[in-house]
Nanobody
């Protein structure tokens, strides 16, 4: 059974940093692109970042470019989202998702069926 588990969320002050982890079990991530998404209360889910199976290709949402960095360690079967200079508007539940794409990333943020989703981790940015 394909499972993803996020961790690393929490409460941080504006300007602070957090690193989220997305650990896979039941399958290996080698042939999967990993995406990070977030959903704030009362808002639609938003695409944050994608990374290809090799790590060579990445993309970011406009609201996080220059502040967030996605990475992966296939040997550890884990992907990461480093979030710097956090803002109150980054407050949301963050989810990771896996989609079977070898060395490619989805062109669009939506319209794709992902093979696995995590349960989400809360990130709250507040003073």
């Amino acid at each position: 059974q394909l499972q993803l588990v996020e961790s690393g969320g929490g409460l941080v002050q504006p300007g602070g940093s957090l690193r989220l982890s997305c650990a896979a079990s039941g399958f290996t991530l080698d042939h999967y692109a990993i995406g990070w998404f977030r959903q704030a209360p009362g808002k639609e889910r938003e695409g944050v970042s994608y990374i290809s199976s090799s790590g060579r290709a990445t993309k970011y949402g406009d609201s996080v470019k220059g502040r967030f960095t996605i990475s992966r360690d296939n040997a550890k079967n884990t992907a990461y989202l480093q979030m710097n200079n956090l803002k109150p508007e980054d407050t949301a539940v963050y989810y990771c998702a896996a989609i079977e794409l070898v060395d490619m990333i989805p062109i669009q943020w939506d319209g794709y069926v992902h093979d696995a989703w995590g349960q989400g981790t809360q990130v709250t940015v507040s003073s």
